[in-house]
């Protein structure tokens, strides 16, 4: 099976059946959700993803590695994510 969501720097198999569960089957439609959407679908459907999953969306979105992802980019993501769920309880 060709797989464009395994092409993108970052993604391999398990993250794209997690988004391909979640309705996510191209770059584009990746492109359109942006990473927080895509990680929240991807959440949403109940998969134990770590932010790490986060990054790498993002990372593969700029195609570059999520590791390489400036540490102000990575805070902007999680500050995104919060306003998007700001019931839920932060860690200690």
Not at 25 to 48: E, I, N
């Amino acid at each position: 099976m060709n797989d464009e969501l395994q092409h993108l720097k970052n993604l391999g198999k398990t993250s794209a059946q997690w988004l391909h569960a979640a309705g996510i089957h191209s770059a584009s439609d990746l492109r359109r959700l942006g990473a927080v959407g895509a990680y929240q679908a991807v959440k949403t459907r109940g998969f134990r993803a770590s932010k790490v999953l986060l990054y790498a969306i993002e990372g593969a979105l700029l195609d570059m590695h999520w590791n390489d992802l400036p540490l102000e980019r990575k805070e902007a993501l999680n500050q995104q994510l919060d306003a998007k769920n700001p019931t839920q309880k932060k860690p200690k």
